[in-house]
């Protein structure tokens, strides 16, 4: 049998682009004459529909939009991912259709509820070996936990996180001998290196479980926060049979393989190690697909960056330079820019030429003159493409340096990207004198560091925001993970935009990203940001302001971040733990870090509930809307740090 998976883009509960999305993977499984299609999980409604799912509304309305599909399964058969409710109780299942028929829907049984997912607040578990019925119209259908058959090859499911438990208790455990195929439709979020976690999940569970095991996931930045890499997977008793390339720019990504289940299972297989991942590149490909998603799914025309020359705003240049160097790669110049949705015909046409009529689709689409041209011209293109889609500016004062000027200015001229250059001081001369005005006394660095500080970051906003605004574009903000840790930041000055696409890293990695990227990207302006120390240039220059002179070595901030809140250590655990292993610093030393980091994190978790939408990117993030709740008042760790 030829069986499949298809990797969809969705968008939550817009029916027209994830009814169409579904129809053209199964007409694309037709076209290569698959028997069996598993769709991701929820695709019809989108997995990121978040309170949504305890209405009674969306999912008799996804019902009613699944009758849609069923046409479509003529000749085949399709598995697709939606929402039922029972009893007020919403259930995730997986819909089984062949020949304009509804076989049943199997049920998830495990709800993933660690990390960024909260689905019991949503979903109630289906209990194993339990059925039921659904009735819609007259017509009546199973629901629970079932076993299929298509062309006498027999298969259960597993939906995502049922995959994820011990191998005693998951689906698949009561279903050896009794299927010869388990289908996982998921929704499984993008973390740096997960793939390499999900191949052995999926080749174990094929050995363990003496079965074909067919892996479907969900594709790029379908809600706002996750994204989805688009992993296809099909192992066969510990042999792996098909592997896709993940982050594809394409909404439908369909793969295909052969498995003779008339033969008996080959012996098991050792599951031979991937090669180790390349998480710089990893996460390339993810913040790109996430940022081409946001701009279009957002309907915005570009993205508007305060480019100050420092890692963290630099960073957010290139990935919108290398959102259009991967799309345009994948996509051709012309789709890229079809899709993106702000470019005119005729802006389409000058880059990519003449609009020619293509059969079979709704709309013309252009005659794609990138896939031809040489590898110069369409840097020159992509450059183009870039200057349209960000706009730069470089908000000096008295205490900006030449050497960050010089990186943000030889940067944005290297990618294309538009770049003003405008002064503040008198901005903030006007705040800070109107200030000293009411207060009736002077106000200096010795008395009001910080208020003067912030005020010079405050004043940025305004105009940045302006330009955005005129311009009808995204205002990206730059903060990194480590600042949100410690607020090192300005609530309403850098903090100011509307996605802030890398604050789910840390500092460290940034840094570590932009000198990969200097020579594997081929940036060479990058050499400018890469010889700097990172500083916030908000003191007088001879003050030489760094980051990590405010804070302590960022890799070590990193560190007791991870051991706290990842780990789940006290105080003094986190002491203990740095202690042996910071055997070159001074546990004195380390003390004062420790102390100064449970401060800062206590008393700034106000500015993290108000960071702008930030991409989960790694293991773990601070994002409290998505994986870290703290509360914004409490008693700061006092005892614990003062036992220390």
Request: aromatic share 10%; net charge negative.
């Amino acid at each position: 049998m030829r069986i499949a998976g298809a990797a969809l883009n969705q968008i939550p509960f817009d029916w027209t682009h994830n009814l169409r999305t579904i129809r053209e993977a199964i007409e694309q499984a037709k076209a290569a004459g698959v028997e069996l299609l598993c769709l991701p999980e929820l695709c019809l409604t989108g997995y990121g529909c978040e309170d949504l799912f305890l209405s009674d509304w969306l999912p008799e309305a996804a019902l009613l939009h699944l009758q849609q599909v069923r046409p479509w399964t003529d000749g085949i058969c399709v598995v697709v991912g939606l929402p039922i409710r029972l009893n007020h109780r919403t259930y995730n299942t997986a819909a089984v259709l062949r020949d304009g028929q509804i076989l049943g829907f199997a049920a998830k049984q495990f709800l993933a509820n660690d990390g960024v997912h909260y689905e019991p607040r949503f979903f109630h578990p289906w209990p194993a070996g339990e059925t039921t019925t659904v009735q819609w119209e007259g017509e009546e259908w199973t629901l629970g936990d079932m076993i299929f058959e298509h062309q006498g090859v027999k298969f259960g499911f597993e939906i995502c996180e049922d995959a994820w438990r011990p191998d005693d208790v998951r689906p698949a455990c009561r279903l050896v001998g009794r299927v010869d195929l388990i289908v996982n439709p998921s929704a499984s979020h993008f973390a740096m290196s997960k793939t390499d976690v999900r191949y052995h999940l999926v080749t174990e569970a094929s050995r363990n479980f003496r079965c074909t095991y067919l892996y479907a996931n969900l594709l790029g930045n379908e809600a706002g926060r996750m994204i989805y890499d688009g992993e296809i997977l099909v192992a066969r008793n510990g042999h792996l049979l098909l592997r896709n390339q993940l982050m594809s720019f394409k909404e439908v990504d369909m793969e295909c393989v052969d498995v003779d289940f008339s033969q008996p299972l080959e012996p098991a297989a050792e599951i031979e190690p991937l090669p180790a991942p390349d998480e710089y590149r990893e996460l390339n490909q993810a913040l790109s697909l996430a940022l081409f998603d946001y701009l279009r799914k957002a309907r915005s025309r570009g993205f508007v960056l305060s480019l100050s020359g420092g890692a963290d705003s630099v960073m957010c240049a290139v990935a919108v330079a290398e959102l259009v160097r991967l799309g345009t790669a994948e996509l051709g110049t012309a789709e890229f820019m079809r899709r993106v949705g702000c470019f005119t015909v005729e802006e389409i046409e000058q880059l990519a030429g003449p609009v020619m009529p293509v059969p079979d689709q709704q709309t013309p689409g252009p005659k794609d003159a990138s896939l031809t041209e040489p590898g110069q011209q369409q840097q020159t293109v992509n450059q183009q493409l870039t200057r349209r889609l960000l706009t730069c500016a470089y908000q000096g004062t008295v205490n900006s340096s030449d050497d960050t000027y010089n990186s943000a200015k030889e940067l944005a001229d290297s990618i294309g990207a538009v770049f003003y250059d405008w002064t503040i001081d008198e901005e903030v001369t006007g705040y800070v004198g109107k200030i000293e005005h009411a207060l009736g006394r002077p106000l200096t660095w010795q008395t009001d560091d910080l208020a003067l500080q912030n005020i010079q970051a405050r004043v940025r906003a305004p105009a940045i925001w302006l330009l955005a605004n005129v311009q009808n574009c995204l205002l990206m903000t730059t903060s990194n993970r480590s600042e949100a840790s410690v607020g090192y930041c300005t609530m309403d000055g850098d903090t100011a935009g509307s996605i802030s696409p890398i604050a789910g890293v840390d500092k460290a990695f940034v840094k570590q990203w932009l000198r990969w990227a200097e020579t594997e990207l081929n940036y060479p302006a990058l050499r400018h940001v890469n010889a700097l120390q990172p500083t916030a240039e908000l003191r007088p220059l001879e003050e030489k302001q760094t980051d990590e002179k405010d804070l302590m070595p960022y890799p070590l901030l990193n560190r007791i971040e991870r051991l706290a809140f990842y780990n789940r250590l006290s105080p003094r655990q986190v002491l203990a733990t740095l202690v042996q292993e910071e055997t070159a610093t001074d546990e004195e030393q380390l003390k004062t870090y420790v102390k100064r980091f449970y401060s800062l994190w206590s008393r700034n978790q106000w500015k993290r509930e108000r960071y702008a939408p930030a991409f989960h990117l790694d293991d773990y993030n601070v994002d409290p809307r998505s994986w870290l709740r703290f509360p914004i008042l409490s008693g700061g760790f006092t005892q614990e740090l003062n036992a220390l």
